[in-house]
């Protein structure tokens, strides 16, 4: 069975700090999709990333920075000098091996990032 | 339109009525996922469709929720003699084919009395 873990429940920090959200996952497949969504106060939740299980590269894009490392099976987040705007609920999901889901998500139950000024 | 497109955004019902929920998919979307997020048990997967079909149901919490969609385009969810369980937020979500990023609707929030 698939399992996603965000221990963090809520994180608070202070505008222009570095903060790091963890997520560890569980899966028996070798092939498999990470991603991770934002949730702002409005509501949507907002594509950020996804990764596939084969490529462990890390990746940046601004402010963003993604760890993966299969040998801990993690897929941690980094938001590099956090701003207001950042604060938001943080959901981290695996994808369903079953093609009969369409590859369906399997969110972890997420980290509520406040990000004060 | 340019996103995923979810109607109603409110519903106010009295247990015991039928709701049916809307989504518009982005177009060219031929892969649509419905999923339930509430504060207990978090987002929940509960169904796909490939084109018009749905090849498992079984993430459907009961027989009372049924879905469909046509066209290839619109979706509805239906839930049957609502129940005070059944309140939550429901989600659409669409990508180009089964396991590409899937982009959400902001939701129906359903609220049962």
């Known amino acids: 069975a698939q399992k996603v873990t965000q221990a963090q429940t809520e994180i608070s920090v202070v505008e222009k700090e570095d903060v790091t959200l963890d997520c560890v996952y569980e899966?028996?497949?070798?092939?498999?999709?990470l991603f991770w969504y934002k949730q702002p106060p409005s509501g949507e939740l907002v594509f950020l990333i996804r990764?596939?299980?084969?490529?462990?590269q890390n990746e940046i894009s601004g402010r963003y920075s993604w760890n993966f490392q299969k040998s801990t099976s993690s897929f941690n987040f980094t938001i590099t000098a956090s701003q207001v705007v950042d604060s938001a609920v943080y959901f981290c999901?695996?994808?369903?091996?079953?093609?009969?889901?369409?590859?369906?998500?399997?969110f972890g139950k997420g980290t509520s990032l406040l990000v004060t000024p | 339109g340019a996103g995923v497109s979810q109607s109603p955004s409110n519903k106010v019902t009295e247990k015991g009525k039928d709701v049916e929920l809307r989504c518009d998919p982005i177009?060219?979307?031929?892969?649509l996922y419905w999923y339930r997020q509430s504060l207990g048990q978090g987002l929940e997967f509960l169904i796909y469709?490939?084109?018009?079909?749905?090849?498992?149901k079984s993430g459907l919490p009961s027989d009372r929720f049924s879905a469909e969609r046509t066209g290839g385009s619109v979706s509805t969810l239906t839930i049957q003699r609502t129940q005070q369980e059944d309140s939550a937020v429901y989600l659409c979500a669409s990508s180009l084919v089964g396991g590409q990023p899937q982009h959400f609707g902001d939701g129906t929030r359903l609220s049962i009395l």
């Open positions: 899966t028996r497949d070798t092939t498999y999709y």
């Open positions: 990764r596939n299980s084969f490529d462990e």
């Open positions: 999901a695996l994808s369903d091996p079953n093609s009969n889901s369409g590859y369906a998500l399997n």
């Open positions: 469709f490939q084109g018009n079909s749905a090849p498992d």
């Open positions: 177009s060219g979307h031929t892969a």
